[in-house]
Structure formats: C-alpha cells, structure tokens
C-alpha cells in the first residue's frame, strides 16, 4: 500500500517531497522496512572540491562489481525499498552506472542522483529520461566562473555544469542546486540565489560542513565563522528561519538516536558495505558476503541502535545549546569513535547558530523574551 500510493507522487517538486516521504519513513521506522537507501557507487571524482569529505585511504573504497550493485537492488526490492539515491564520489564516472539506472528503472524505484553535472551529455540526459530518473541534484558553488572553479579547483567545470543544468531544463527533469557556503563563496549567497533561480532550479543552500570520513578537520577548515555566519543571517537567511531552526529543538528531549538511520533507510559504500547511513560508519555487514535481507533483519549493529531508541547523551541532556543543536549520532561516532558522546563539530555549529540568532534579534530589534546569551 505504501510502495503505490508514493509512487503516484513520483512527480512531487523537491519542495512537496519531503512531507510525503517523511510520512511513509515513520511507518518504515515502525516496522523495521528499508523504504530509502543510498547507493556510494564509487569515490572517483574528476573535481577536487576544497571541502569533500572523503579521504584518498579510505577503507571502502574498493569498488564492488556491476552484478553485485544489481543484486542488490532485487533484494532492496523485496525488502520493499521505494526511493533509491546514487550518489559518489561522482556516480556517473561507476563503469556500471547505466546498467544500475536500467535496473532501479525494472524494478519501479524512484531515483535520484547527486552530480557535479560536468560529466553529462546529450546522451546521458535522454538514458536519464529512459530510465525514469525524477530528482537531480546539483552542486553549483558560485554564481561564476572564478567562484565556483575556487572550489572545485577544476578549470572548465563551471561552464560544463552550466551546459548540464540547461539541458536538464530542455529535458524536463526536476533539479535542486545546492551549495555549501564557503568562506570563498558566502559573500556571493544572494547573487548565487537568483542565479539557481534563472537556472530553473531549487536552490538549496547550506553553512553547515562536516568532517572527513575519518573525523578529519580538512572540510571544515573552509567553513564560515560565527562572523561570516551573521553575514548570511544578515544577508540571506531569514528571522523567520531562524525562529523555526531555534524552536525545532527547543522541547526535544535528547536521545542518542533519533533519525531513521538502521531503522528504514541504510547506505551501501562502493565496496558493498552496509552502513546506517553515510554518516554513521558502522558496518552492519557486506553484501559480497551475506545477503542483505540478512544483514538487515539479522546485524548486531541494528539491535544496538534499537537499545539507543530511549537513551540520552550524558553529555548532551542539559546543554545550555539545545535549542540550537542538530546533534547527529554519526558524526559523533566519526569524531569521537562513539555515538553516545557529544559531537565537536555539532557543538561549534550550535554556538554558531546561537551567536547569528543573538545578531539578528539584537539588529533588527526583534523582542524575544526567551533570547539566549552567550555563555
């Protein structure tokens, strides 16, 4: 019942989706389903962006064959799995990239890929078509050309992604532009903006970075700062966004697990280990070993996280910046080596927060009786 009613929404905007998704994620959460899974079909990557995540000695790395990426998606399918995303690395440089398109088209998935969007052509923009991709997303770091190469440190990728969102929009498949900001590129938010919007896409912009894969500090040392940061609030983001960021944690009960990671939604790396998401690195098994329906219904790690379902952080439960933390359990576990213990990098991100939610009531004379100092 829920694999048809979502997919009679298939063509939602990115705006509508979330909703509908979160809906059916509940009810997987409930009963244990993986409705979503990500797909890291390889860490290869023809840019070399200033603030990726992934590290050169990567124990994952190791590339799992075609066949096995295709029997993956038939167990997902009996799993009853709905919404598959591909993403890298860039995705589109895995040999067998197409051929894993054509089966999550076989078996009825909705698709989404996450591209740079310089490696697509004609041709590859008519098999997106074929194989029923409906949600692209791309990453455009600058409104032009100095900007957005300063980041990806790649001449000629910003005129080929250009070229890739334009034809994207002739095609008529929906896109979301996204774009972390950087300290290159923050002072560009506003003009990077409308560009997204004359593009034809969503934009979808963000100052929040995250560690290496291993915890390193090399992505985050690109990040904005608590001034760069009221700049944004200043410039872009708006008083009622931050209103809604503050009071969606301001009476929530912190608890070591609270996603849907392990519970209906997992990641696959490229050489086929299965994590609970991207961000929680914790092999629950490999699917060149054992089945997944196995590993799913069967992993130590999966019984682990359910105990962490009514448990708080010690460190956590009575911060002073709650209301302003987006606490991730895997993140903690990237940088700490557990997910019990507080997150550094969530820590710095809420004290940020906490400073451009300060600025912005202090310049705009906005009353907030609940106006939380800085300790």
């Known amino acids: 019942m829920i694999y048809h009613h979502l997919l009679e929404h298939k063509k939602l905007s990115s705006i509508q989706q979330p909703d509908l998704i979160k809906k059916f994620m509940a009810s997987g959460h409930r009963n244990h389903r993986p409705l979503l899974a990500t797909f890291e079909l390889t860490y290869r990557c023809n840019l070399q962006c200033i603030h990726c995540y992934i590290t050169d000695d990567d124990p994952y790395r190791e590339e799992m064959s075609v066949e096995s990426w295709i029997q993956a998606i038939r167990e997902l399918k009996e799993l009853g799995a709905i919404y598959i995303t591909l993403t890298g690395g860039e995705p589109t440089l895995y040999p067998g990239f197409w051929r894993i398109l054509e089966e999550l088209y076989r078996n009825n998935f909705i698709i989404r890929v996450f591209t740079n969007g310089t490696t697509l052509n004609t ?26 190469e300063a980041i990806t440190r790649t001449p000629g990728s910003f005129q080929k992604t250009i070229n890739t969102i334009n034809m994207l929009k002739s095609a008529g498949i929906h896109y979301n532009l996204k774009a972390n900001m950087l300290k290159p590129n923050y002072k560009t938010v506003n003009m990077l903006h409308r560009c997204m919007l004359a593009l034809g896409g969503m934009p979808m912009l963000t100052p929040i970075l995250t560690p290496d894969n291993h915890g390193g500090s090399g992505p985050v040392e690109h990040e904005v700062g608590e001034t760069e940061l009221c700049y944004l609030f200043d410039k872009y983001y708006s008083t009622d966004f931050l209103d809604e960021e503050s009071n969606t944690y301001r009476d929530r ?64 439960t009575d911060c002073a910046l709650k209301r302003f933390c987006a606490r991730c359990p895997g993140l903690a ?33 906005i009353k907030d009786e609940e106006k939380i100092h800085s300790s």
């Open 333 to 365: 576990y990237i940088e700490q080596g557990s997910l019990w213990k507080a997150s550094p990098t969530a820590c710095k991100n809420a004290r940020k927060m906490q400073a451009a939610f300060n600025h912005v009531v202090s310049q705009k004379g």
């Open 123 to 148: 041709d590859g923009i008519d098999k997106l078509i074929r194989y029923g991709v409906r949600f692209v997303d791309i990453s455009l770091h600058g409104p032009e050309l100095e900007t957005h």
């Open 253 to 316: 009960i912190q608890i070591v697990m609270r996603c849907a990671a392990g519970f209906s939604s997992l990641s696959i790396a490229p050489n086929g280990e299965v994590l609970p998401c991207l961000q929680a690195r914790i092999s629950m098994g490999n699917l060149r070993r054992q089945a997944l329906r196995r590993i799913w219904f069967h992993s130590p790690v999966y019984l682990y996280l359910k105990t962490l379902l009514s448990l708080r952080p010690p460190d956590c």
